[in-house]
């Protein structure tokens, strides 16, 4: 496996289950994101985690639980979702220093009913 | 606080046609210039990046873009568009925290190729 890698690539899910989303990188960085892109909004930025621990939290609901075991893993948890949180889940990784660019896996696709 | 603007929502071009995506920055320090595309159910891929230097900029797949800082934007152009090149295309700016580079992308700008 090269690059970013998401799994599952789908899931559909109903609002009182609990599943977990999971990133991968194999670059070697020490930087990871989430981004949540739904139909007609920019991407935007959940969660992020240098070093494995967590810098940023964009104001998101507690029912997403971010997880970095280390810094090649990342996961996102669900629990108790909402119709409204049906969207494409993008996972993002970095070398954690200044004018690094961002490398994107190819998101999990979220239905929740 | 930064923000994009990509003023064109859909774009259609013929095969064969020359292209330009426009992008507008907010930002208050030199930025720091992506533009990204995005294949239908896929991720973002990097097209190219402006950090400082020269101000065209190449990138992958034939595509440049140029930095006009009077003019606060960072147009993506292509001489010749490819039917491949259909896709969703995404300009970002980057924001240095001192712990990690938070991305603000635009509302991206959807390109139609037409044969």
Redesign the interface.
Known sequence: ETG?T?TPRHLVMGMTNKKSLKCEQHLGHN?M?WYKQSA????E?MF?Y?LEER??NNSVPSRFSPECPNSSHLFLHLHTLQPEDSALY?C?S?Q?R??????????T?LLVL | AQSVTQPDIHITVSEGASLELRCNYSYGATPYLFWYVQSPGQGLQLLLKYFSGDTLVQGIKGFEAEFKRSQSSFNLRKPSVHWSDAAEYFCAVARWTGTASKLTFGTGTRLQVTL
């Open positions: 970013v998401q930087a994101y007609k909004k920019p991407l930025l992020v240098s810098v940023e993008l993002a970095s954690d200044d004018r690094e660019t961002q490398y994107f896996g190819p998101g696709r």
